[in-house]
C-alpha cells in the first residue's frame, strides 16, 4: 500500500506538519503554543462562549481546558465572566491585551499556508481549499452520508478507477494516522 496516495494518511500528514510549523513559529514569535492560539482564536469568534462549549469545540476535556484557561487568565488574555442564566458556568472573554493578538495569530496562520502552499499556484491553492471545504462538508453537513452504503468498487466500466474499501484495514489506518 502507497500511503503517500492515501488520503488520511496525507491529511493527516499535512495537518501535522502544518502545526508543528505553525507551534514553532506561534512560540518564537507570539510566546504562544498553538493550543493557547486555537483558544483564543475559538473565543474570538465564539466571545462570551461557556467554558464547556468552548471544551466541546476545541474537542478537549473540560479539565484539560480549565488548566490552560488558568494560565490564559494569570498572563491576562482571558477573563471569567459569570453566566446570568447559570450560577455553575463561567462565561470567556478576550481582555484588551489579547485583541491584538488575534490579528497577529491570523498572519502567522497565514505565513504557514503560505508555505505550505509554496508548490501550488494561487489557482491550485484556492482549487485545493474548495475541494477540502466539500469533503468536510461532507463530514459535518450531510448525516446521512453515514447512512448511506458505501460506494461499490471500481467496475470493468472505470479501469482507472480505484476505490479503497470503506469498511477494511485501509480506511481503519487512515482514519488512526
Known amino acids: 500500500m502507497d500511503l503517500e ?8 500528514d499535512v495537518a501535522r506538519l502544518f502545526a508543528r510549523r505553525f507551534n514553532q513559529r506561534a ?30 469545540l476545541l474537542e478537549i476535556k473540560p479539565m484539560t481546558l480549565v488548566r490552560h484557561l488558568d494560565l490564559m ?13 447559570d450560577r455553575r458556568a463561567r462565561r470567556l472573554m478576550l481582555t484588551e491585551k489579547a485583541r491584538p493578538l488575534i490579528v497577529r495569530i491570523l498572519d502567522l496562520s497565514t505565513e504557514v499556508r503560505q508555505q505550505a502552499f509554496v508548490n501550488l499556484s494561487d489557482e491550485e491553492g484556492h482549487h485545493l481549499i474548495e475541494l477540502l471545504q466539500r ?11 453515514t ?30 494516522q
Open 5 to 12: 496516495c492515501s488520503f488520511g494518511y496525507l491529511v493527516h
Open 27 to 56: 512560540l518564537l514569535f507570539l510566546g504562544l503554543n498553538s493550543s493557547q492560539c486555537r483558544i483564543l482564536g475559538y473565543l474570538a469568534r465564539y466571545e462570551g462562549i461557556n467554558q464547556a462549549g468552548l471544551a466541546d
Open 73 to 85: 487568565e494569570a498572563d491576562g488574555w482571558v477573563e471569567r465572566h459569570p453566566d446570568p442564566g
Open 135 to 145: 469533503v468536510h462538508a461532507g463530514f459535518c453537513g450531510q448525516a446521512e452520508i
Open 147 to 176: 447512512a448511506r452504503a458505501p460506494p461499490p468498487l471500481a467496475g470493468p466500466a472505470e479501469p482507472h478507477a480505484r476505490r479503497e474499501p470503506v469498511n477494511g484495514a485501509l480506511s481503519s489506518l487512515e482514519g488512526s
